[in-house]
């Protein structure tokens, strides 16, 4: 194994045992599906989607259906919602500048 090779790897493993380290300890809240979160609430599915829509509810598209959070409320604010929760890409960037939640 060249010398190379084995630097390669003991950095690899060092980061992945940094960045397991750094994993939050709270998981981010559970996604449902429209149907999942309809059934969870008693409202039909098509409300569901309209509410979403009219921005009253907060959901995200993944790939061509909607998600959403399993704590969601009807009529939270979305702004709220969206500076209450950390992006994957504003977690890993401060997780890279050494940061710690």
């Given at each position: 194994?060249?010398?190379?090779?084995?630097?390669?790897?003991?950095?690899?493993?060092?980061?992945?045992?940094?960045?397991?380290?750094?994993?939050?300890?709270?998981?981010?809240?559970?996604?449902?599906?429209?149907?999942?979160?309809?059934?969870?609430?008693?409202?039909?599915?098509a409300t569901i989607r309209r509410l979403?829509?009219?921005?009253?509810?907060?959901?995200?598209?993944?790939?061509?259906?909607?998600?959403?959070?399993?704590?969601?409320?009807?009529?939270?604010?979305?702004?709220?919602?969206?500076?209450?929760?950390?992006?994957?890409?504003?977690?890993?960037?401060?997780?890279?500048?050494?940061?710690?939640?």
């Amino acid at each position: 194994m060249s010398l190379e090779k084995t630097i390669e790897d003991i950095v690899r493993r060092v980061v992945r045992e940094e960045l397991a380290a750094e994993r939050p300890q709270a998981l981010p809240p559970a996604l449902l599906s429209v149907k999942a979160y309809a059934e969870r609430t008693g409202v039909a599915p098509a409300t569901i989607r309209r509410l979403i829509k009219d921005e009253l509810l907060p959901g995200v598209k993944v790939g061509s259906a909607w998600r959403i959070a399993a704590d969601a409320v009807v009529g939270e604010p979305i702004a709220a919602t969206k500076e209450r929760r950390e992006s994957p890409d504003a977690f890993a960037m401060r997780l890279l500048a050494g940061g710690r939640r």
